[in-house]
T-cell receptor, first 114, second 112 residues
Framework: DTEVTQTPKHLVMGMTNKKSLKCEQH?????MYWYKQKAKKPPELMFV???????INESVPSRFSPECPNSSLLNLHLHALQPEDSALYLC?????????????FGSGTRLTVV | KQEVTQIPAALSVPEGENLVLNCSFT??????LQWFRQDPGKGLTSLLL?????REQTSGRLNASLDKSSGRSTLYIAASQPGDSATYLC???????????FGQGTRLTINP
């Protein structure tokens, strides 16, 4: 398995809703990432997990709450979002051992906040 | 702080042409450099990864080079096809850092 799987592919939520984005990989990668991408812009780093511990938080608002319950799963919990949070949310993973490897990205979740 | 720049921002060429996309970075202490392709509304597909000890990588019609001393990487696409139309992103990871720093991307259109 050489993929990063993200669910759902599309999500529409109201500003008072609570929802979660999920990311799963079975490549044994111990570094996992959440990125946010607005239209016609490159991805922006949100969070980095290394060995299931949060190692980087890029000053992301608390309405975004990441969770890494095990080495294969990464969640992003959403609460009280704003319309400007509408974007493509991308998950990525990378190995932390052996020869340097590249990043593997999922296909993303298209989030619309109404 | 690593900064990555891609030129041009957009490129439109007729089918069959060979073309070069450019990527420059400011910090030569690069760990590796990765080229991605992104179709509209989709995720990122990795095309080529060049490690710091390498000068180039090839995959099919694609060839990527890395020159750390000049802070440049190029992606060469041979015999372009309409299916190559997409946004191409280069990204660098600096030694010791955990972040992938992206360029702004080049939006490529191949006209039939």
């Amino acid at each position: 398995d050489t993929e990063v799987t993200q669910t759902p592919k599309h999500l529409v939520m109201g500003m008072t809703n609570k929802k979660s984005l999920k990311c799963e990989q079975h490549m044994g990668h111990r570094a996992m990432y959440w990125y946010k991408q607005k239209a016609k812009k490159p991805p922006e780093l949100m969070f980095v997990y290394s060995y299931e511990k949060l190692s980087i938080n890029e000053s992301v608002p608390s309405r975004f709450s990441p969770e890494c319950p095990n080495s294969s799963l990464l969640n992003l919990h959403l609460h009280a979002l704003q319309p400007e949070d509408s974007a493509l949310y991308l998950c990525a993973s990378r190995t932390t051992t052996g020869p340097p490897s590249g990043y593997t990205f999922g296909s993303g979740t298209r989030l619309t906040v109404v | 702080k690593q900064e990555v720049t891609q030129i041009p921002a957009a490129l439109s060429v007729p089918e069959g042409e060979n073309l070069v996309l450019n990527c420059s970075f400011t910090d030569s202490a690069i760990y590796n450099l990765q080229w991605f392709r992104q179709d509209p509304g989709k995720g990122l597909t990795s095309l080529l990864l060049i490690q710091s000890s390498q000068r180039e990588q090839t995959s099919g019609r694609l060839n990527a080079s890395l020159d750390k001393s000049s802070g440049r990487s190029t992606l060469y696409i041979a015999a372009s096809q309409p299916g190559d139309s997409a946004t191409y992103l280069c990204a660098a990871i600096t030694q010791g850092a955990q972040k992938l720093v992206f360029g702004q991307g080049t939006r490529l259109t191949i006209n039939p």
